[in-house]
Every structure is written in structure tokens, then in C-alpha cells.
């Protein structure tokens, strides 16, 4: 951990969880400092004024002198460093602390020993340093005061300065500044858990805000949440995206005007917190307003929806409710129908039957097919599953799609064309639903589009953030009458169809938030186009 952060310094390097706030640390350091340059001006005066103690220098004047001039110079260039912040807190503050305890002892001798009382002036020492660094350092500093003191009094006792008495006083003195120590050890301790606490809690809370500030921005709904003078406060990609701006305006008046009319009225009414708008792109979205209120302040929250997505919503629960109801149907249907082809093949057996009711068999047999191909779409669209949408990359996809669809349909090779626009293009589908799709208009493309005069192109590519896929033949087109129907159930202009391929498409298009449109090219061929979501762009239903 570095010893200085954005709010906290870590001065013990035995205790690196240890930290005091730093402009805490910095304030008690100054005071610090001011407390010895008042100590060394104090010794300096009373010496030379003679108006002090008789004990100052008493034993060593010269060492007295040295010693507090020392003591004081130390501290004024100390003083200076701090204030201007030449020097690190924790460099600094253990500087100031360890010539206290050496150059208070050099006084404390020259004042005659333990016996002076000037050594209760390194308990003041001990003290600042569990203020100023704490932690195990506060035993370190102790135990280098005691041993100063012991040695002090050992010198004192060889060179016959004083009795061996005071050991019991040095002793004292010892005990008192482990108890200090011991004191600002513990008090170090509870503040490292302290902290251990409050870091693990910050953690949590920064993860916490980072899920929520992804689950926000990822969401597929989008969201917008303003005050009450209308000033946007937050608001989430998705809301760019349907409203379709590169950057959020700082005013709702400025996002929309129907969004802002949607607003007005539903102050006026809160009851009506629903609505459809359209935008200035003439999409349609619904949104949804409701209150969001703080302790201090009422905000206001939009949540915009994708007509789409609401679709594909509206088509799960319609496949839900009519999925039993069409099973029944058909299954129903089924079993007469099986009965009457059954009936007309052996009627045709007959050797004796004329002509012209051997070819009213056959439109029996032809029918009967056709009714039992309706009914196995229709199963099949009864049994449609959700959707389990996956990330596929369409130009590999689309390659092993269509090699597996040349070999199931018996068809040469060449009669297909893939064209790749931008690599890669990762889409959001059910493969399964993508080939179903695929398979319907791929089959469509063969019968109707003309492939002798040319191959059917497959082309992917992206538009308006979103990647398609489109299946151009080299048809005619569709006239503008019947593409107003063309996606309708059971509409066909073939006399062999039944008008549920391109429905069934486009349902489970839907089912994918995926959108299935025709067009003509500005060749007049007929194209196709599957719109898919970008997979890159990944969004959270809820």
C-alpha cells in the first residue's frame, strides 16, 4: 500500500493499515513542531538568562548547549520542510521523533541524569509518536526511549555521576513509555480494523455501483431520469439509441417534442403513466413515466421500450394462448382428412372406374396433400418454442448453413452466391429460428426467382446498427398489390402453396426482436432482408 493516498497517509511501515487521515497528519505535525521549537527556545533562554532551574547544564554545559541548539536547529529546518512539503510526512515525522528521544536524553544527562526530571519530557515524545506514525511503531519508539534511558543511567553509574538507586527511577520511566505505547498500539489496532471494515465496505459499494451502473447502461428499455425543472440527471444507451441521438441533451425540451408533450400531459394526469409516441423519425416507441422520490428531491423517471421488443412480448403470449388451441384444430382435421385421401386411393384402385372419375380422385389426393401440408405448419407454429438466442457469426454461419442446405435439397452447388460486406459480424439469433427462416426463403428464391439467369446472392451487411442478411434472386418482384399482403397468413400465389412460409418467418423473425422486410434493388430484383441485433451491443431484458 503507498503510503499516501487521496485522503489518508500510512506513516508505520509495521503497521500499513494503519492510516491517518492526511490533513489530520500534516496539522498535528506542525503542532508538533511548534511545541519544539517552544522547547528548544525555552532551554536556550533559561540557560542564558539565569533566570530558569539551577539544573539546566548543571552536570554539562557544553552538552546542554549543543545539545539545545541542535535540538532547535533540527527543528526549525524540520519547520520548514513541512511547511513547504519538501520532505514525505512519514520520512519526517520519524526524524523529528527519533532526535527527540536521542537529543532529550543528551539533555536530560547534562542535567544530571535521571534524577532531574527532565526524562518525564520523553514520555511528551512517545505520546506524538503513536499520534504522529501509531501503530507498532509506538512499541519501537518506547522501547528505543527505554533502552536511551538505561544506557544513560549505566554511563551515569561507571563514571560514579550518580547512585545505582536510580535504576528504580529509570525503570519507572521505562514502564511508563511502553504503557503509553502500549496504549497507542491498541488504539492502532481497533483503527486498522476500522479500516479493514470501511475498505471492505468501499469495495462492496464500488461493486455494487459498477453492476448497477452496467445493468442501467445494458438494459434494452432505455431509461431517463430528470428533476423537476426538467433537467436531465442520467439516462442510459438504449434511450440514445431510440431516440435516436449521439449524445443526451441537458433539457427534455430539447430530447423530443412528442416525448415533452407525453410529459405535460401525464403532470396534468399522473394517472395516465402510459403511452405511445412517435418520434421525429416517424418510429413509434411506448414509454412509461413514475415518480422517483428522495429524502431530499423528487426526481422523475422515462423508461423508453422498442415497439419490438414489445411485439416480441405480444407474440410469445399470442404463440402461449393460441399453441393448444391450433394443436386441437389440426389434430381434429387430421384425422378425417387422412380418412378421406385414404378412401379416394382406394377408389382409384378400381380397374372399373371411368375416366373422368379417376381424375375426380386425383384432385382428391392433390387436395388432401395440400390441406395436410396447411396443417403441418400450422403444428408447427403451435409448437413453436421461445427463442434461445445465441452469438453467431454470420459469415461462418451463413458458409456451413448453406453447404448443409445444397446436400438436403439435391441442388448444384454454384447456385448460390455469398457476398460479405464487413467482417466480423457477430448477430444475436436462435440459430435454429435463423435456419427455419433461411430454409423458407432460400426454397422461395429457387421456385420463384428465376435461377437460370442467375445465381441467388446471400449478403450480409450492416445497417443502422444492425447486421442483415439479404436474399436476393433474379425475379420480377412482387407487384405493389400483393406486397401488401405478402406476410399475411395463408396468402399465396402459387396454386400449390399455403401462405404460412413467409408468416412463419416473420413470426419468428419477431420472436428474436429481428425484423423481415421485402424490397426491391435498384435493379428491380427481388430481395429479402432479415435486420439482427448486433451481439456486440448486448442488452438485459427484463
Known amino acids: 500500500m503507498s503510503e499516501n493516498t487521496q485522503e489518508n497517509i500510512y506513516p508505520c511501515p509495521f503497521s500499513k493499515n494503519y492510516g491517518i487521515p492526511s490533513q489530520q497528519a500534516w496539522l498535528l505535525l506542525k503542532v508538533y513542531l511548534v511545541y519544539r521549537f517552544v522547547l528548544g527556545g525555552v532551554f536556550i533562554m533559561l540557560f542564558y538568562s539565569r533566570v530558569g ?13 549543543y545539545s539545545s541548539l541542535c535540538y532547535l536547529f533540527i527543528t526549525v529546518g524540520s519547520g520548514i520542510c513541512v511547511f513547504r512539503r519538501l520532505t514525505a510526512y512519514s520520512a519526517q515525522a520519524q526524524i523529528l521523533i527519533f532526535t527527540d528521544i536521542v537529543l532529550l536524553t543528551l539533555i536530560m544527562h547534562a542535567c544530571g541524569g535521571i534524577s532531574s526530571g527532565v526524562g518525564v519530557l520523553l514520555a511528551v515524545s512517545i505520546a506524538s509518536g503513536g499520534l504522529l506514525i501509531g501503530g507498532r511503531c509506538a512499541m519501537l519508539f518506547a522501547a528505543i526511549a527505554s533502552l536511551a534511558v538505561l544506557a544513560e543511567q549505566v554511563y551515569s553509574v561507571q563514571t560514579h555521576f550518580t547512585e545505582t538507586s536510580s535504576y528504580t527511577y529509570a525503570g519507572m520511566l521505562g514502564a511508563s513509555f511502553f504503557t503509553i505505547a502500549l496504549l497507542s498500539y491498541i488504539l492502532a489496532q481497533r483503527t486498522e480494523k476500522t479500516v479493514q471494515l470501511a475498505h471492505q465496505q468501499q469495495l462492496t459499494i464500488h461493486t455494487l455501483e459498477e453492476l448497477n451502473r452496467y445493468i ?7 431509461i431517463i431520469i430528470m428533476d423537476t425543472n426538467r433537467q436531465i440527471q442520467m439516462s442510459n444507451g438504449a434511450a440514445l439509441k431510440l431516440t435516436h441521438h449521439t449524445q443526451m441533451p441537458h433539457h427534455l425540451d430539447d430530447l423530443s417534442e412528442s416525448l415533452k408533450q407525453a410529459y405535460e400531459h401525464w403532470l396534468d394526469d399522473p394517472e395516465q403513466d402510459f403511452a ?11 414509454i412509461r413515466l413514475m415518480l422517483l422520490p428522495t429524502q431530499h428531491e423528487t426526481f422523475h423517471m422515462i423508461i423508453l421500450e422498442d415497439i419490438a421488443l414489445y411485439n416480441q412480448r405480444l407474440q410469445q403470449s399470442k404463440l402461449a394462448s393460441l399453441g393448444q388451441l391450433t394443436a386441437s384444430i389440426a389434430h381434429e382435421i387430421r384425422n378425417p382428412l387422412g380418412a378421406i385421401s385414404h378412401a379416394g386411393q382406394l377408389l382409384s384402385e378400381n380397374p372399373d372406374l371411368p375416366p373422368v372419375d379417376k381424375r375426380l380422385t386425383e384432385i382428391i389426393q392433390q387436395h388432401s396433400q395440400r390441406v ?124 400449390d402453396g399455403t401462405g404460412l412460409g413467409l408468416y412463419i418467418s416473420r413470426e419468428l423473425a419477431e420472436l428474436n426482436q429481428a425484423n423481415l422486410s421485402y424490397r426491391q434493388t435498384e435493379s428491380g430484383k427481388s430481395c429479402f432482408r432479415l435486420s439482427l441485433l448486433n451481439a456486440e451491443h448486448t442488452q438485459i431484458e427484463i
Open 53 to 65: 532551574p539551577s539544573i539546566l547544564g548543571s552536570h554539562d554545559q557544553l552538552l546542554f548547549v
Open 216 to 222: 442501467i447502461q445494458h438494459l434494452q428499455s432505455g
Open 276 to 286: 405511445l409516441i412517435m418520434m421525429d423519425n416517424q418510429t413509434e416507441i411506448q
Open 372 to 495: 395436410n401440408r396447411i396443417i403441418e405448419d400450422i403444428l408447427q407454429l403451435s409448437k413453436r418454442n421461445a427463442s434461445l438466442r445465441k452469438k453467431i457469426e454470420l459469415s461462418k454461419w451463413l458458409n456451413d448453413y448453406l453447404a448443409n442446405f445444397v446436400l438436403e435439397q439435391g441442388i448444384q452447388g454454384d447456385a448460390f452466391h455469398i457476398a460479405i460486406e464487413t467482417k466480423p459480424a457477430n448477430a444475436l439469433i436462435d440459430p435454429g429460428h435463423l435456419k427455419q427462416i433461411l430454409d423458407n426463403l432460400c426454397l422461395n428464391a429457387l421456385k420463384y426467382g428465376r435461377p437460370e439467369l442467375g445465381k441467388i446472392t446471400l449478403k450480409i451487411g450492416i445497417h443502422h446498427d444492425m447486421w442483415q442478411i439479404e436474399v436476393i434472386d433474379q425475379g420480377a418482384g412482387i407487384s405493389p398489390g400483393d406486397k401488401m399482403h405478402l406476410f399475411e397468413p395463408f396468402f399465396t400465389t402459387s396454386s
